[in-house]
C-alpha cells in the first residue's frame, strides 16, 4: 500500500489595508481581525462572507477584536474607513474651516482685528491645554499637520501695538539758527541721525 500524504490548503482571505488580519486561513480554524487605527478614524459598513456566505451578528470584543469560529470557506471583508473630524474655535479675525480633518493639513490665515495693531502671538490648544505644533508657510498662513489633528482644538490670538519706529531728538545749549532743522528733529530708530550746524560769525 502506498503511502499517502495530505496538505492541507489553507483559504485565502481579502481585506482592506486598515483590517489587521492574516492573509490566509485553514479550515475549521479560528480567524481573527480588528481595525488598525481606532482612535483617529471611524469604521462603518461591516460585511464578512466565509464561502461566500454571510457572517451574521460580528461583534467586536473589548479590545476591539472580532473573531471568526470554524471557518469553512475563503473570507472576504469589506468596511469604510472614515478619518474623525474635529470642532475649531477660534476669534473673528482668524479665517479657515470650523472643523479640522485627521490627515488634512489645517490651515488659516489671522489678520488684526483693527487698525494700527499687529499680531503678537497665534497659539492652538486642544481642551486639556496641550499645544497642537503650528508653522507658517510661504504665503503666511498658519499650518497644522494633519498627523496633529487629533482633538478639537482652539486657536488664540494677541494683538499689541506696533514698535515705535521714529522718535524726537532735542538739541541744547545752542540757538535754533544754529542748527539746521531747528532744535527738535525726528530721528528713525535704529539707524544712524545726521545733523548739520550753522556756521556762526566769530566762531569756529
Do not use: W
Not at 482571505?13 to 478614524?41: A, C, M, Q, R, W
Not at 459598513?45 to 451574521?56: C, F, I, K, P, W
Not at 479665517?95 to 490665515?109: D, E, S
Amino acid at each position: 500500500t502506498p503511502d499517502v500524504s495530505v496538505i492541507q490548503v489553507p483559504y485565502s482571505v481579502t481585506k482592506p489595508d486598515f483590517v489587521s488580519g492574516n492573509d490566509k486561513i485553514l479550515h475549521g480554524e479560528t480567524y481573527t481581525f480588528s481595525y488598525t487605527d481606532t482612535t483617529n478614524y471611524t469604521y462603518s459598513g461591516l460585511t464578512v462572507t466565509v464561502g461566500g456566505v454571510a457572517v451574521e451578528n460580528l461583534v467586536a470584543d473589548e479590545n476591539g477584536v472580532y473573531t471568526i469560529e470554524n471557518v469553512t470557506g475563503a473570507i472576504e471583508i469589506t468596511a469604510t474607513q472614515t478619518p474623525n473630524s474635529y470642532d475649531v474655535t477660534k476669534p473673528e479675525n482668524v479665517a479657515g474651516p470650523n472643523k479640522a480633518t485627521y490627515g488634512t493639513p489645517y490651515i488659516f490665515t489671522v489678520t488684526p482685528s483693527a487698525e494700527g495693531m499687529v499680531i503678537d502671538t497665534v497659539t492652538v490648544k486642544y481642551a486639556d491645554g496641550s499645544e497642537v505644533p503650528c508653522t507658517i508657510n510661504d504665503n503666511g498662513e498658519y499650518v497644522l499637520a494633519g498627523t496633529d489633528i487629533t482633538g478639537a482644538f482652539t486657536i488664540t490670538v494677541t494683538e499689541k501695538e506696533p514698535a515705535p519706529t521714529k522718535t524726537n531728538v532735542t538739541f541744547r545749549g545752542i540757538e535754533e539758527s544754529e542748527i539746521e532743522g531747528g532744535l527738535t528733529q525726528e530721528a528713525d530708530i535704529g539707524k544712524v541721525f545726521t545733523f548739520q550746524l550753522n556756521k556762526v560769525e566769530g566762531f569756529k
